[in-house]
């Protein structure tokens, strides 16, 4: 079968750029409309409320031009003179319309006085009147609902700056067709009085434009002060304490335009390795923008003491702390005679005299830790390539198997030994295995029993110097395969 046509092509992705664009262009279509409408059929009825809101909409007409070249700036990406973005050309564009609009309504306020107080010009009621204002609550409606949208889509103070000057035309519009009915009722009754109401209505656009410059004012000098709401803070300070995380110190937030960064300083125990507390800071920042998507986060983990560290973790992060390792930590005595011993790992290249000199500085660091130990002694052991790497020849390993079976009975383990091997190196011999036993036991109860194996291994093979036993439940033996396993 032949499939006739054209190839199926999906059509193009519109990005989050190109739709704000396409938004905050329909709106300066639609404000260029009104404007003119309003201004025509404004002059030829000498309704002041008709004027005012054609002045009203003459600056949604330059607001929805500032909103589009605002959201064209914003779009750009971060560069060195902008490391975070240029989103505040959003803010500074709703600034703008905020002292726009406190010009427009000075204006309407003082033209509203003069013609209650002084002069009462006629005004002209006819169908045209009710038919922009009409036309301007349906575009109004219309072109708020879009923008809004867009605003909380994209998180854009500047469409949502619009959005609210599209919904107040919607108000005012409709404050000044009330007005319009006044002036016509007050000639059909004769209620002279009612020909202030075109008046009467401009003051109350003036007014309705007022408030919104408020609210819309101190959002945008907020924004641009870096100021952030109460509970958008509290929201990411919950979501940074991640399993891990001890304490969230420090949270810093900013806005520019649609998008959010956050600054986070984090506590983690000074236990976890660098890779765990890369792991931990990852888990906070992914929480983080689950509660503010998009946002740009920065954690910081800060190592502390966690109140749970016992002596083994004190004498580690001590050594660690200095480049080195340490291991087979002893503690031993009561009181003043409290003492700790342990093998401290120093690089080979090390002289003695340079090892001597860490070694020390180890103890020192050790005293100030656990100032209850009264003594500490450090065993160098050298670490590194050279002394990891040895030659070895390959033995029989069938008498030490026969060996290991009787020793492991005895020591109540599984008799059947895994992966034994017998090496030598020099004069040196070296035997490994694995051995299985209960794996409801304890580790320690399990090492005590391996210990006991070990030495009476030793006693048996002369030359034995090095012995590695791998303990395993038995359940993990029923899941091996090869020879040995069965």
Not at 11 to 37: D, F, H, Y
Not at 72 to 79: C, E, M, N, Q, V
Not at 286 to 299: F, H, K, S, T
Request: contains cysteine.
């Amino acid at each position: 079968m032949v499939a006739r046509g054209g190839p199926c092509q999906n059509p193009p992705r519109v990005t989050p750029e190109q739709e704000k664009k396409a938004v905050a262009l329909s709106s300066l279509g639609a404000a260029v409309l009104l404007t003119g409408g309003k201004l025509a059929v404004g002059l030829s009825t000498g309704s002041l409320g008709i004027l005012s809101e054609a002045a009203h909409s003459g600056l949604d007409l330059l607001a929805a031009a500032m909103t589009f070249w605002a959201v064209r700036l914003s779009s750009r990406p971060a560069d060195p003179d902008h490391p975070y973005g240029h989103g505040k050309f959003e803010n500074l564009s709703a600034l703008a319309q905020t002292l726009l609009l406190l010009a427009t309504s000075g204006w309407i306020v003082w033209e509203s006085a003069h013609r209650l107080l002084f002069e009462a010009p006629h005004v002209e009621v006819n169908a045209w009147s009710f038919a922009v204002m009409a036309v301007s609550i349906v575009v109004d409606v219309s072109r708020s609902r879009a923008l809004k949208r867009a605003a909380e889509k994209h998180q854009s103070q500047a469409l949502e700056a619009d959005a609210l000057h599209f919904s107040t035309d919607v108000w005012s519009s409709a404050v000044v067709i009330l007005g319009l009915g006044g002036v016509l009722l007050s000639r059909r009754l004769g209620l002279p009085w009612l020909g202030q109401a075109d008046a009467v209505a401009a003051l109350a656009v003036a007014g309705i434009v007022v408030w919104v410059t408020v609210r819309l004012g101190r959002k945008s000098v907020d924004d641009l002060l870096d100021a952030v709401p109460p509970e958008l803070r509290d929201r990411v300070t919950r979501a940074a304490g991640v399993p891990g995380v001890l304490d969230v110190r420090r949270v810093r937030l900013r806005r520019s335009g649609p998008a959010t960064f956050a600054d986070v300083t984090v506590t983690v125990g000074r236990d976890a390795s660098f890779e765990r507390s890369h792991q931990i800071a990852l888990a906070a920042r992914e929480a983080i923008q689950r509660v503010v998507p998009g946002a740009d986060v920065v954690i910081h983990a800060q190592p502390v003491a966690s109140g749970e560290e016992g002596t083994l973790v004190a004498v580690r992060l001590a050594a660690a702390r200095l480049g080195l390792g340490a291991h087979a930590i002893r503690l031993t005595g009561a009181g003043p005679a409290r003492a700790l011993e342990c093998h401290l790992e120093v690089p080979e290249s090390l002289t003695l005299a340079e090892a001597h000199q860490r070694t020390e500085e180890f103890e020192e660091a050790v005293r100030g830790e656990l100032p209850e130990v009264a003594r500490v002694v450090a065993s160098i052991e050298p670490v590194g390539e050279a002394t990891a790497a040895r030659a070895v020849t390959v033995e029989d390993e069938a008498p030490v198997r026969r060996l290991l079976e009787e020793l492991l009975e005895e020591a109540g383990l599984d008799p059947r030994p895994a992966e034994v091997r017998v090496q030598r190196s020099g004069p040196e011999l070296w035997v490994s295995f694995r051995a299985r036993l209960d794996g409801t036991l304890s580790v320690s109860e399990g090492r005590r029993r391996a210990e006991r194996v070990e030495r009476a291994l030793r006693a048996r093979l002369p030359g034995l110097s090095r012995v590695l036993v791998r303990l395993e439940p038995r359940e993990a033996g029923r899941r091996e395969r090869g020879p040995e396993a069965r």
